[in-house]
């Protein structure tokens, strides 16, 4: 990503911001309205393509500002069909990012952190470790470059975001909500609030103010029931227990009428009996909700097995007995370590780097 510390990235200003920097340079508001609507739009790399601006202007934001981008990426395709982007940051740390085309969507999974400092169990991301947070240009210019991917592949385009890529996203909280702004903003990258999903391990304040300044939607990494076994997998447990996360889960729904969708990762021995999805069943009751069952991906060493087949689909049967909609998620992007809780900037070839505009198909 290009970078130039004495110039200001305008990927990382929200319309707001970007208005009041073309004030600060003596410009009237709509400008930045303007700047913003040319920045989003596919192909814009440059000051001199914003045709509708003034010379000496395009000059003066030369001068002062630029947009970055990312400029190499490797990708791997999986059998499956998902897609996974890995992209170096200006300091050399990599993310990544997973599409996943299906049949009436396209989902691109980003990143919001490098590492993640939650240290869940089961998942290799945790394992790690934390680096640091992304900057909003950061997680804007994720979307960016698939989209441009995209339409220089013929892909079709994508129509859903989920912060489910490294990282707790509500742990970088200003750095999303201004994200997510941008995301949905109609200059800029233009998704419908629906289309956009946060996960979180269970950071509570945040839930809250996430709901009270956004509506996007909710999505909540459990996979337990009570809290013994979440602590032993999930250490957020410890300071957020069931209780004020079931209770924040229920104030989010009340607020927007949502369904929260609660990611239950089977464990085998682990959280997978009967008992386990009677515990769940109770627990979620008062939660208006959707259940995503996940077998459990290999995750660099960890000790967990996936369950069988016939225990899964038991374990959903119990849910469903119990009145819940649920769904059996199939991991998507196994095969090349793209699937939830594989992504550990792991496998970068430098030797496949190649620029945005000729990334291998
Ligand atoms: Fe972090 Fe999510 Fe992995 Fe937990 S599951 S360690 S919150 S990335």
Same mark, same amino acid.
Request: glycine share 6%; proline share 4%; with cysteine.
């Given at each position: 990503?290009?970078?130039?510390?004495?110039?200001?990235?305008?990927?990382?200003?929200?319309?707001?911001?970007?208005?009041?920097?073309?004030?600060?340079?003596?410009?009237?508001?709509?400008?930045?309205?303007?700047?913003?609507?040319?920045?989003?739009?596919?192909?814009?790399?440059?000051?001199?393509?914003?045709?509708?601006?003034?010379?000496?202007?395009?000059?003066?934001?030369?001068?002062?500002?630029?947009?970055?981008?990312?400029?190499?990426?490797?990708?791997?395709?999986?059998?499956?069909?998902?897609?996974?982007?890995?992209?170096?940051?200006?300091?050399?740390?990599?993310?990544?990012?997973?599409?996943?085309?299906?049949?009436?969507?396209?989902?691109?999974?980003?990143?919001?952190?490098?590492?993640?400092?939650?240290?869940?169990?089961?998942?290799?991301?945790?394992?790690?470790?934390?680096?640091?947070?992304?900057?909003?240009?950061?997680?804007?210019?994720?979307?960016?470059?698939?989209?441009?991917?995209?339409?220089?592949?013929?892909?079709?385009?994508?129509?859903?975001?989920?912060?489910?890529?490294?990282?707790?996203?509500?742990?970088?909280?200003?750095?999303?909500?201004?994200?997510?702004?941008?995301?949905?903003?109609?200059?800029?990258?233009?998704? @419908?609030?629906? #289309? &956009?999903?946060?996960?979180?391990?269970? =950071?509570?304040? !945040?839930?809250?103010?996430?709901?009270? /300044? *956004?509506?996007?939607?909710?999505?909540?990494?459990?996979?337990?029931?009570?809290?013994?076994?979440?602590?032993?997998?999930?250490?957020?447990?410890?300071?957020?227990?069931?209780?004020?996360?079931?209770?924040?889960?229920?104030?989010?729904?009340?607020?927007?009428?949502?369904?929260?969708?609660?990611?239950?990762?089977?464990?085998?021995?682990?959280?997978?009996?009967?008992?386990?999805?009677?515990?769940?069943?109770?627990?979620?009751?008062?939660?208006?909700?959707?259940?995503?069952?996940?077998?459990?991906?290999?995750?660099?060493?960890?000790?967990?097995?996936?369950? @069988?087949?016939? #225990? &899964?689909?038991?374990?959903?049967?119990? =849910?469903?007995? !119990?009145?819940?909609?649920?769904?059996? /998620? *199939?991991?998507?992007?196994?095969?090349?370590?793209?699937?939830?809780?594989?992504?550990?900037?792991?496998?970068?070839?430098?030797?496949?780097?190649?620029?945005?505009?000729?990334?291998?198909?």
């Amino acid at each position: 990503m290009n970078e130039d510390s004495t110039k200001t990235d305008l990927k990382n200003l929200t319309q707001e911001q970007l208005v009041q920097y073309v004030e600060s340079l003596g410009q009237p508001a709509f400008r930045g309205r303007q700047i913003l609507a040319w920045i989003y739009r596919p192909g814009i790399t440059d000051f001199t393509q914003m045709t509708d601006l003034a010379k000496e202007f395009r000059a003066i934001l030369a001068k002062n500002a630029f947009m970055s981008r990312f400029q190499e990426a490797m990708i791997e395709r999986s059998r499956d069909g998902a897609v996974k982007f890995a992209f170096r940051l200006a300091d050399g740390l990599i993310i990544e990012a997973v599409m996943i085309p299906e049949e009436d969507r396209n989902t691109l999974c980003v990143s919001s952190q490098v590492g993640c400092a939650m240290g869940c169990t089961f998942c290799l991301t945790g394992t790690m470790g934390f680096r640091r947070n992304l900057r909003t240009a950061e997680i804007v210019n994720q979307v960016c470059a698939v989209r441009d991917w995209a339409i220089e592949h013929g892909q079709p385009p994508l129509t859903n975001i989920v912060f489910m890529g490294m990282g707790e996203p509500l742990a970088n909280f200003d750095n999303l909500l201004d994200a997510i702004s941008l995301l949905t903003e109609q200059r800029g990258l233009d998704f @419908s609030n629906r #289309r &956009i999903t946060v996960s979180t391990c269970g =950071l509570v304040p !945040q839930m809250r103010e996430l709901g009270d /300044r *956004t509506d996007v939607n909710l999505a909540v990494s459990l996979h337990a029931a009570n809290d013994a076994v979440r602590t032993s997998l999930m250490p957020i447990n410890k300071r957020y227990p069931l209780t004020e996360l079931i209770e924040a889960c229920r104030t989010y729904r009340q607020k927007r009428r949502k369904r929260i969708m609660f990611e239950y990762t089977l464990l085998e021995g682990v959280n997978d009996t009967d008992a386990d999805a009677l515990q769940l069943a109770e627990l979620l009751r008062a939660v208006p909700c959707k259940i995503n069952l996940l077998a459990v991906n290999p995750a660099g060493d960890a000790a967990f097995r996936s369950p @069988s087949s016939a #225990r &899964i689909l038991q374990f959903q049967k119990i =849910l469903r007995d !119990q009145g819940y909609t649920v769904f059996i /998620r *199939t991991s998507r992007g196994e095969d090349i370590s793209a699937a939830c809780g594989q992504l550990a900037g792991q496998g970068w070839h430098p030797q496949k780097v190649t620029t945005n505009t000729a990334i291998p198909s």
